[in-house]
């Protein structure tokens, strides 16, 4: 038994820890240290990811790499972790998202005074955040503790420790939120930034305490007929053994306990509305960690616990959430079209996106799963270089209205082309990695459901009304007043931008070496809800999926 | 009926009494607490003024100390019919018993430690002050008053008073008849009456308070007795055990030959007027009117003590009751306690949204986790007792580190209750805040705390016991109550701070530790709880 995986648990939780009890003061060089600590733990951490995703097997065990530790044996609730190649792949994500985010916030936490980027605060007040001494220390040791979290969520193999990480990564996603703002929000972004926070908090809060019930009704009947236990393993081998039978309303009622906790924090349409709030009054960096990261979890935790625990009830209720993932997709591309404020636009295509992640699980098909396990990959990569340059972009300009802006590319041609590369990703563009992802969730859902495939095609066309809106309107045109002595990207903020489009590149035109990762556990995943992919009915499509059985 | 006759009825109906057989090594953890509070109040007689606050607090710690060695010792001996019921049967030192006497010793070492605390008053006549009135008889604001204060007056009588409160907890669960239980009652709420009273600022609310918890904790105490003297007019007994058998049919009623009717009728008011007794002290809802003003009114370091230490004793007597006495009526009682159960969350939750006093808002999330905690009582199997003795057990601790943090936080009126004046406090001190803030997140029951192992324990207990409906009011309530306590850290950490607000106070060794302790149960039993669970279930066996 390898500590592999505790090891990359351990690191970003250890790192927090480390970088909270790091000398406090506001020098520059104290706050520099800092920094380098954060993102030197990350660094860590992600090689440790990427060993994890080496050496998983895609054609070995379900569940790799596995530990178990006794933990709280009256429940019996162990600290179990293993791999499988959905969860290795999104672990990588989280590893390698959250040092581009160190890198992307450097001066996020720093205290207010105007920044170098001259968009400090408007009267230098540092209304509602936390206090100055220890504030860059908070912040990045907050980040870490995300990504610790985030990570043990992807490897449990335990309902109850998953639930616990799902539950208590939302206290440092929460101080993030309300401590760290966006600076130009104005003098009520004080008031607006604690609400987005509050708000945040309460909808999971609820989604996790709804959960709560399901996973204690999931074991008291669990223990009922003998399978006294928490680990995953166990009890998706014992539903699809039929040791472990529920009935028909309780196999409902906690499928959607499972389910709506999930859903608040993907989120679906209609739990969605935290999610404009809590990404247009956080920093960038953090609204890329919220969109990109932890809402990942959601999605990831459909396809793992909902399908795997409930095969019945994700059958039946699987029509009605394609309806809701389909109105999600069109309402939140249409408001992005109406929005104002640059980072609300970004939240409102995000929920969009998530619309189409949750539709490729619930089409049931191996190619809209495992194009909607892309699609996690892919959204988080493209949104995380759209949402950062977005910010660096916002933070030149003290403004988030889109109406501040205009005619950037003249006068900032690396920044405005690398957010065009954000905005055309996001669209899904062919060539660019979101693409192979989208046209997967649309071939597996049309397969099964052509009326709803042909639907959610038309999120394509918002889309591209949305991003290309946003590029044409802030970087086209004359220029305008404020944006004029606007300077391009820096070095740092290239470092950050770069390997997001590297990426967002490769993996559009090389997708392979993620598939092939993915493609055995989204198989296994479909084969628990007794469910095979739709006979072809021409010899040509089948081809298409022909990789797979 | 007399009392003398009641005895006569538990001597077998002889005439002459019985010397009665007690088996004092095994009642010595009262025995220890009772001996130091009988001191103590030698010490107020007899040892100078000067001295007696040195003498008090180590005489009260040590033997609160050596009552806990006691419980400990007896814990180890294991169990055994012969070892478990004492004194003719009227005391039972059985699991539930010796689990919750450890836990209110331990409460009671780390409330007498925030009695203590003499560093957060100023001065007064030039000696160190603590939280209580220099002089409880004198009429606040009068001439006597001052004449104490300025003389330096300290109210050391409060440690035996406190010493007496103990002692009557710890028979309290232990209680296995009811009128050993009513004794044990009256032992520990008098002197918590007075305790009350006993603030040295706003000393009127302070006695507004003693006079509420003492008029209807007067009356609770008499539908206690009443339904005492009903259930001996049915049983023939005031044993709980002879009450069961009577119950199930074991046994027949001995005193007089009633009508089925006329039983039933005795039986059932018995048994709502004794619940009503004790549901008062647990705060369940509709008898929780007192608690708001009570916690406000009384010294911080007391409503600490009081609110910990009075739900674990009351809770002991409640499960005793139900699981002793009346298991076998649980199809008349247990509709009615689902219904109290689901009150007292909702009302708890929803009336804690609109407080705006820390002290009063802390009382009525004490009482949505009473009905948390009743979900576990319903259960009526050995996991349903566990878990409530682990709840009781996490609960305390977070309840007296929480009460310890808002004697800190202090303006010129002493300590600055409204919660208005803690915007801001997590920019002064992030440390004092960040400690109140996991308070806060283990009474919302945030995984990792000890507060959601508690609350995962009881619904857990309460759906394998079949009361889903209770867990789903539960997890709501959960949602309501998380709101108000993160109101509270929002207003922490992310409002501007007042002018001129409150500051924190630089507290002695003792708040520290008391403070210390809270955070240290609060993280070890949300992070590795196996231990206390274990014993929490190897302790949920009754005797009788």
Known sequence: MSALLTATCVVPAAGAVLTAALPA??????????????????????????????????????????????WIRSFGITFSLGVDGIGAVLALLTAVLVPVVILASWHDADPVAPGPDGAGGADGSEAGTIEGKRRTQGFFALILAVEAMVIVSFYATDVFLFYVFFEAMLIPMYFLIGGFGDRAGGPESARQRSYAAVKFLLYNLL????????VIGLYVLAQDQGVATFDLRTLTDAVADGRLQLSGTADKALFLGFFFAFAVKAPLWPLHTWLPNAMGEA?????????????????????????????????????????????????????????????????????????????????????????????MVNHGISTAAWMLVAGFLISRRGSRLIADYGGVQ????????????????TLSLPGLAPFVSEFLVLVGTFTRYPAVGIVATFGIVLAALYALLLYQRTMTGPVKEGVRAMPDLKARELAVVAPLVALTVLLGVYPRPLTDLVNPSVDATLSQVHRTDPAPVHPVAASSGGERK | MSAIAVLAALGGNTP??????????????????????????????????????????????????????????????GRAPHLELLAMESVAMDGPALFLQGVILLVAVVAVLTYAERRLEPKAGGLPADAFAAQGAATPGGEQERAAVRAGFTTTEVFPLTMFAVGGMLLFPAANDLLTMFVALEVFSLPLYLLCALARRRRLLSQEAAVKYFLLGSFASAFFLFGTALLYGYAGSVKLGDIADVVSGKAMSTPAQLSSTQS????????????????????????????PDVYQGAPTPVTGFMAAATKVAAFGALLRLFYVAFPGLKLDWRPVMWGVAILTMVVGAVLAVTQQDVKRLLAYSSIAHAGFILTGVIALDRQGVSSVLFYLAAYSFVTLGAFAVVTLVRDSKGEATHLSSWAGLGRRSPLVAGVFALFLLAFAGIPLTSGFTGKFAVFQAAAAGGATPLVVVGVLSSAVAAFFYIRVIVLMFFSDPQPGGPTVAIPSAFTATAIGVGVLVTLGLGLLPQYFLELASKASLFAY
């Open chain 1, 25 to 70: 003061g506001s020098t520059e060089a104290r706050r520099r240290t800092t920094k380098a600590v954060a993102l030197g733990v990350s660094a860590v951490a992600l090689v440790l990811a990427a060993v994890v995703a080496a050496r998983f097997d895609p054609h070995g065990a379900r569940y790799q790499l596995t530990e178990s530790y006794s």
């Open chain 1, 207 to 214: 989604g996790g305490l709804v959960m709560l019930a399901a």
């Open chain 1, 283 to 375: 920093t960038a960096g953090t609204a890329v960690l919220i969109t990109a990261v932890v809402d990942k979890v959601g999605t990831f935790a459909m396809l793992r616990f909902c399908l795997g625990l409930f095969p019945d009830a994700s059958r039946t209720f699987a029509p009605a959430i394609l309806v809701l993932s389909l109105v999600g997709i069109v309402y939140g591309a249409l408001l992005a079209i109406g929005q104002k404020d640059i980072k609300r636009l970004v939240a409102y295509a995000s929920i969009s996106h998530f619309g189409f992640i949750i539709m490729g699980i619930f089409a049931l098909t191996s190619q809209g799963q495992s194009g909607a396990t892309l699609y």
């Open chain 1, 410 to 425: 003249k006068v900032a041609p690396v920044l405005a082309g690398t957010f065009l590369i954000g905005g055309l990703a």
């Open chain 2, 16 to 77: 002459s009494i019985p010397a009665p057989h007690i088996e004092y090594g095994r009642l010595s953890p009262m025995l220890v607490v009772f001996g130091a509070a009988v001191a103590g109040i030698l010490v107020e007689a007899f040892v100078p003024r000067r001295h007696r606050y040195w003498t008090q607090v180590p005489l009260a710690l040590a033997g609160l100390a050596g009552a806990f060695v006691a419980v400990v010792v007896l814990a180890a001996q």
């Open chain 2, 264 to 291: 039933d009728v005795l039986l059932l008011t018995g048994l709502g007027l004794l619940a009503v007794g004790l549901l008062f002290k647990v705060a369940a809802v509709p008898f929780h009117a007192w608690t």
